[in-house]
């Protein structure tokens, strides 16, 4: 069965950078995608990035695009997000996604694409 671990939030002052880590235990060579959504309390869950793991394919919500940097290891079905210049805006609690496709366009947006949910990570930035 597919877990995922996301970890590595905290609470950093605005122009820092923090680290998530998403592993996908008991599933080596995961061939389909991983992403992080975050959200914030009464709003949508909303996009930051999604990976195919198998082929690197990687899509980048607007709101963090030069900012934030995905990298995996495709044999240990782990995704890192380095997240750097972080702002108040970005504060959230940030969830691991993984799904079996890489989704096509925009559908990687809508969190129905993803069959497997992270517990979630808080991200605090203070300004």
């Known amino acids: 069965e597919n877990q995922l671990v996301g970890y590595g939030g905290g609470s950093v002052q605005a122009g820092d950078s923090l680290r998530l880590s998403c592993s996908a235990s008991g599933n080596p060579n995961w061939k389909g995608s991983m992403g992080w959504f975050r959200q914030v309390s009464g709003n949508d869950r909303e996009g930051v990035v999604v990976?195919?793991?198998?082929?690197?394919?990687?899509y980048y919500g607007d709101s963090v695009k030069g900012r934030f940097t995905s990298s995996r290891n495709y044999g240990q079905s782990t995704l890192y997000l380095e997240m750097n210049n972080l702002q108040a805006e970005d504060t959230a609690m940030y969830y691991c996604a993984a799904g079996s496709s890489f989704p096509s366009g925009d559908t990687w947006l809508d969190p129905g694409k993803y069959n497997y949910w992270g517990q979630g990570t808080q991200v605090t930035v203070s300004s």
């Open positions: 990976v195919s793991m198998e082929h690197g394919w990687t």
